[in-house]
């Protein structure tokens, strides 16, 4: 049987540029950037505690700020993406394409 996977959202702000690079590092194991201190994770509960494990040794936390969000199958599907890469697919962690959501075009170049 299948380890069930859930979609998070990790979003940091880190006051010294040497941790913040070692964090962007670390999470590079587990999931994908998708703009300036965002990733995006697709991961199981046993590799969701060992990223929080690592998160916790790279931070500091009373000068850092890290946030995780859970985001539901269902609001994936309403997730909407305007320039950028497309949202992280499951069963392709290390490409990025638009299936959840719906990928918006056009603006301003």
């Known amino acids: 049987m299948a380890k069930e996977k859930q979609f998070i959202i990790v979003v940091y702000d880190i006051s010294k540029d040497k941790r913040r690079t070692k964090l962007h590092n670390v999470l590079l194991d587990y999931g994908s950037p998708v703009q300036y201190s965002v990733f995006e994770c697709i991961i199981d509960e046993n590799t969701y505690k060992k990223m929080l494990k690592a998160i916790l040794k790279?931070?500091?936390?009373?000068?850092?700020?890290?946030r995780l969000y859970y985001v539901c199958e269902g609001c994936l599907k309403k997730v909407k993406v305007i320039g950028g890469k497309d949202i992280l697919?499951?069963?392709?962690?290390?490409?990025l394409v638009g299936?959840?959501?719906?990928r918006e075009e056009g603006g301003a170049d």
């Open 99 to 102: 299936e959840y959501g719906e």
């Open 58 to 66: 790279v931070i500091s936390p009373k000068a850092d700020h890290v």
């Open 89 to 95: 697919r499951d069963d392709e962690p290390s490409l």
